[in-house]
């Protein structure tokens, strides 16, 4: 499939050199956080694991160290589902920069019942969508302070058929897991774009992009063990759905080359080639009801009310 955005050729098997860089990977620990922190580490970038489980952010850190030699990780205890706690979490970072944050961090719930964060948010809604938003203020100085910071945002192609509802963004009158973890991934692709704008808009050189990893699916990943184990048997099982979809290694590969490539600009959506399932990542068109100012301004208003977070997010 021939991209509508054509770029120069990107190897994503050799990936440019990151050394003396820093970049924070919210939910490192596993999936396709973990795999970007993996591609990243092999850069020589020092990577940041986000993770609100020690033993498993330690797991994944010996699963980098272990395929990438000298691979400079390191773990922030961050729980995007506990609001108050973000601003001290950010403040053990102990940096004076942060060149690039993955925001990829994300709880999907298959059924019933409806849960919440100990702040009464829905669970997926304020995990994936209001934790990120809120902690975007207290990174912002970090970002600011890099040559050239970035924000990079993991959607979900599960949000392309899927509209806000912001009379109800929280599902409390008709909950449908599916449903609400593909609208609170399309609301974190909405204020990727809007955040953009406002950062340009502000003359910030920071940007903020948006990616997606297509059809990633477990039974096609490789195995890191103890984080992710596929066994022979799942394999075969999956090897047919090879030719659509993708591990979450690949699915990883647009989300690196947000963060690296020097041609990435902000307000950009980035994908798999292939009908956006999977394949090497190319820039994608952005689908109108995703850059719909309107429907931003409104999320960027419902967000800051439920949040508490300053509109200008520290971006002056």
Request: glycine share 10%; proline share 7%.
């Amino acid at each position: 499939m021939s991209s509508a955005f054509p770029s120069r050729s990107w190897d994503v098997h050799r990936l440019p050199s990151a050394e003396g860089r820093i970049f924070l990977v919210t939910g490192g620990n596993a999936g396709i956080g973990y795999f970007a922190a993996e591609q990243l580490a092999a850069t020589g970038a020092v990577v940041v694991l986000g993770s609100r489980d020690r033993a498993k952010a330690d797991a994944a850190m010996a699963s980098v160290r272990s395929r990438v030699p000298g691979a400079q990780v390191r773990h922030l205890q961050l729980d995007l589902a506990d609001l108050a706690s973000l601003r001290t979490a950010v403040d053990r970072l102990g940096l004076d920069h942060l060149d690039a944050v993955v925001y990829n961090a994300g709880v999907a719930l298959d059924h019933p019942p409806r849960r919440e964060t100990g702040d009464g948010h829905e669970l997926m809604f304020g995990t994936n969508h209001l934790g990120h938003f809120a902690l975007t203020q207290w990174l912002a100085p970090l970002l600011s302070a890099a040559p050239a910071g970035r924000i990079v945002i993991v959607g979900s192609f599960a949000a392309r058929s899927e509209r806000l509802d912001l009379d109800d963004p929280q599902s409390t009158r008709d909950y449908r897991p599916k449903r609400t973890y593909g609208r609170s991934k399309l609301a974190q692709m909405c204020f990727g774009f809007e955040l953009d704008r406002r950062l340009r808009a502000v003359g910030s050189t920071v940007l903020s992009v948006v990616a997606h990893p297509g059809g990633a699916l477990d039974s096609l990943t490789p195995s890191r063990p103890p984080v992710h184990v596929t066994r022979t048997g799942e394999r075969l099982r999956a090897a047919p759905a090879g030719l659509l979809v993708q591990g979450k290694d690949a699915g990883a590969w647009p989300v690196v080359r947000a963060v690296l490539d020097p041609e990435v600009r902000g307000g950009q959506l980035w994908g798999p080639r292939v009908f956006g399932l999977r394949g090497i990542p190319r820039r994608e068109p952005v689908p109108a009801h995703m850059a719909d100012p309107a429907v931003a301004a409104r999320l960027w208003a419902v967000s800051g009310e439920l949040t508490g977070a300053d509109p200008h997010h520290g971006f002056r």
